[in-house]
């Protein structure tokens, strides 16, 4: 007899934890260097993604630990590119 194994709970995902801090961005000139910064790399995204698989996101945050509160396990980069992923989930954008 091969002894059971009791999973933990599944991670929550990008809609069951919290979107906000209530803090408010340190830098006034951090949304136009994102932009400048995404728009600048949008042809080599194409070029390297035709497919459109890719995410670009800006001062979201990017959980990575499981933590109580959940807050602490997150991380909020004022720009951030992940590969290889695409842009909606289930419809809706990530």
């Known amino acids: 007899m091969v002894p059971r ?3 933990p709970p599944p991670f929550p995902d990008h ?3 919290p979107e906000s801090d209530g803090t408010f961005v340190k830098n ?3 949304h136009p260097q994102s932009i400048i910064l995404t728009d600048s790399m ?3 995204l194409q070029q390297r993604h035709p497919d459109g698989q890719y995410a ?3 001062d979201c945050g990017i959980y990575w630990r ?3 509160p959940p807050e602490k396990g ?3 980069p004022d720009w951030f590119y992940v590969p290889n992923v695409p842009p909606q989930l289930d419809g809706k954008i990530r």
């Open 74 to 76: 997150a991380e909020a």
């Open 28 to 30: 006034f000139q951090e």
């Open 56 to 58: 670009i996101g800006q």
């Open 5 to 7: 194994v009791k999973l």
């Open 66 to 68: 499981e933590t109580d």
């Open 42 to 44: 949008g042809e080599i």
């Open 15 to 17: 809609t069951q934890l």
